[in-house]
């Protein structure tokens, strides 16, 4: 036994120390997909007994119109939460000048991220409210007419998103404080002497330095974006009628709300989802793993 | 030191005794969603009944109200107490097909409930068996804002409420007065469900309405579409931004006198005079007949304690079953929380003008509803809730509304 360790202790501690993280990586992630894929097979509430139905939950989801509204919205969520990366930058670079009292002006516009996103839905719903709100109210004394948001499916899914963007700019600002930190001066200082400035000092030469910074903001309000659950459970609830659901809360409507319980159904949504990131998420390893072989 | 171990003396001692106190009893264990007032009133019955039988030691767990409906999944098949609480219908058919509730069935025939609970029954029973105990219900209907008709110079209703027609007349001059006739918050969608109800009941009857709840009529049917004519008639005049709101804010606009007419269950008169509003200015009526000749039925949603498949005190839980259907012990707890027993023996507070209009009208009705979302399976009463909404906010969607609930419908009853 000792000397079989002694002979191959090199190779096998690595494993030893992996051990602990790969054994709860599979018992808390692994396992969990495996079984909500294979859950999606059956129709089961939870309690009874399952059934197995093959492909059924998914031949009903393509047949779904509440499903086509969550998956639009899901993408006008990506689409505008990117937005949180230009205005993140903006103000970082806005930000980043040395004046007196600047930390306090940095730690205010982190302010929003601190907050939970129950209290930013709940602060956005009583903005959007009819009657009282202070949108409403703007609308109404520049158009004649309040609109309350919260209840128009025409504007709904965009109010909630400008809730989302708020703490998501903030998180990216941050992100991009700290990578205009390690910009190099000496770079910035000899596109200087060549005459780049504005737009081109930026697009040039700080850009490309802030790459790294750039990567890891796009991979949070990607997921960000994926996982906003929260915000559309307190301010609407998926209303007026549905028209603000997004996947993520479409899956819990179906398995886990008052009015679900279709595990089976869930778990095929669940499954979609997955899928779905599965693409974010491999362009992700893909490029991180094509950066370390290329250096 | 000395006051740290004669403390922890004193402790010992007490747990000894605990210890000892609790050999002798037999342990009722109870989970319940009560709010503060029901709960209070609930804890005043246990003292009773724990008067009555010294044997017994009923232990209440107390459950957030909408977090009980996620907890009694698990709690049923994880750790099950003896006694838990839920609702009459067909939200209780889940549990009771696969088996999670008992047959209390003797406890009916034992004690006579056929008889003393006779109107809530029918809603008690699946396959010929009764599988829990109805202890108390609520009536809904129209509550107006006295003022408020004032203020548009309509005549107030008799005392047979008023007519439909004069109903929908009456719209139109709260209109003018810039008030909205009726008013509802249906961010939680189910007061939504309250107006639909009542229109269905009243345009087509009770059989008909528990016909559609059951799945056996098509949403497609012209019955369904007259329904929503007879809606289309006051969606003009509702509220605008209900989607929006929550039925407390809603409230508050009756309370203001900016709403007249509120379809709502009884529960809401403690907003309402929280608000500010009187025995006075708050009126109450039985929604209008619509189709004339049809036999009144109402909205009256009952709320039920039952016994898990996986309690271990049986015998005492069919015990405290039989103690709560009795009138004495059911007039006591609605008269603290201000609701309707469903014993017919019981009696109701008479200087309580709500109370006793509403147990003139449920026990006078042809037959009780239990509500929309109780009615009917969960799944469809998600999808028809959205789709009133969606009418309130669009009524030019109704077809489309129609064909996706038909869809849901053909989805949900196999």
Known sequence: MSAY????????????????????????????????????????????????????????LVDDDAFYTSLKNNVIWLVLYMLALPVGLMIAIFLNQ???????????????????QVVVGLMFSWFYAPDFGLFYRLIEWATGTGIAVLADERFV??????????????????????????????????????????????????????????????????????????????????GPYGSSRVLSFFMYEQALSE?????????????????????????????????ETER | MVHAKTGVLAFTAALLMTGSAMAEQRVLKYNADYDPIPLAAMEALIADFEAANPDIDVQL??????????????????????LANWYAGNRMAPFVTSGQFLDVSDVWEANGLGEALASAKASMTIDGKQWGVPYTYYQWGIYY??????AAGVDLPGENGVSWDQFVANCEKFKAAGIDCVTT???????????FDYLSLRTNGYEWHMDLTAGKVPWTDQKVKDVFAQWAKIQPYTTANHAAID??????????????????????????????????????????????????????????????????????????????????????????????PTNKNSTVDPNDPFLVAGFESLSTAYALAQFFDRDAPAEMAKAGMEGFQEFLVKPENLDAILERLEKTRQKVYK
């Open chain 2, 247 to 340: 039925w407390q804010d809603a409230a508050a606009l009756l309370v203001q006198g900016k709403a007249a007419n509120y379809v709502m269950g009884n529960f809401a008169v403690g907003v309402f005079k929280e608000g500010g509003m009187t025995n006075e200015t708050l009126g109450f009526m039985v929604f209008p007949e619509i189709t004339p000749g049809i036999p009144r039925a109402e909205e009256a949603p009952t709320d039920t304690i039952h016994i898990p498949a996986g309690a271990q005190n049986v015998e005492d839980a069919k015990k405290f079953l039989a103690f709560v259907a009795s009138p004495e012990a059911q007039t006591k707890w609605n008269a603290a929380v201000g609701q309707l």
């Open chain 2, 61 to 82: 767990t107390n459950f957030d109200h909408e977090g009980y409906k996620t907890a009694i999944r698990n709690f049923l098949t994880a750790d099950s107490p003896d």
């Open chain 1, 157 to 238: 899914t965009y109010g909630i998103i400008a809730a989302g963007l708020w703490p998501q700019i903030a998180y990216v600002m941050i992100l991009y404080l700290t990578g205009l930190n390690n910009v190099a001066p000496d770079q910035v200082e000899a596109a200087r002497l060549d005459g780049a400035r504005g737009w081109r000092m930026l697009w040039y030469v700080i850009l490309p330095q802030l790459k790294p910074a750039t990567f890891i903001a796009v991979v949070v309000t990607v997921i960000g974006a994926l996982r906003s659950f929260d915000l559309v459970s307190i301010m609407t609830d998926g």
């Open chain 1, 259 to 291: 009015y679900g319980y279709r595990m089976g159904y869930g778990a095929a949504i669940a499954v979609v989802l997955f899928a779905i990131m599965m693409v974010f998420i491999s362009g992700f390893i893909w490029k991180m793993w094509r950066d």
């Open chain 1, 98 to 116: 040395n004046v007196r009292g600047i930390r306090a002006y940095k730690s205010l516009f982190f302010f929003p991220f601190v907050i939970s």
């Open chain 2, 185 to 195: 918050g249906s961010k939680a969608l189910w007061p939504v469900a309250g107006i």
């Open chain 2, 145 to 150: 804002n006295r003022d408020a008709y004032k």
């Open chain 1, 5 to 60: 360790w002694k002979a191959n202790q090199r190779r096998l501690a690595p494993w030893l120390f992996l051990a602990p993280g790969a054994l709860m990586f599979l018992i808390y992630v692994l396992i969990p997909i495996a079984q909500s894929i294979w859950i999606s097979f059956y129709d089961w509430d939870g309690m009874g007994e399952a059934t197995w139905i093959g492909t059924a939950n998914y031949v009903e």
